[in-house]
């Protein structure tokens, strides 16, 4: 009796692990998603604020945009943390 309690606690502990690292790995993924878009919002700030300024008010709309876009990813992030 002891035995096959041991067996089905052991085999529930490994499956409980099993799913943790999986979830783990799930999520870890989708940061890597988040990072990368970042990086690619600055990028794209960078080539606004080089851009010529001379385009209706757009440009500007655009690098406002981009830095909020930037902050709420960057709040994503640290929320997943």
């Not at 979830?23 to 606004?48: D, I, K, P």
């Not at 981009?66 to 943390?81: H, M, N, P, Y």
Request: charged share 10%; hydrophobic share 45%; proline share 1%.
């Amino acid at each position: 009796m002891k035995s096959s309690k041991l067996r089905i606690g052991a085999l529930t502990a490994l499956f409980a692990l099993f799913f943790a690292l999986v979830g783990a790995g799930t999520a870890l993924a989708l940061q890597n998603h988040m990072l990368s878009a970042r990086s690619s919002l600055n990028t794209a700030l960078s080539e606004l604020q080089q851009a010529q300024p001379d385009k209706g008010g757009h440009r500007n709309n655009a690098i406002n945009y981009t830095k909020q876009a930037i902050a709420q990813v960057s709040l994503g992030i640290q929320f997943a943390k």
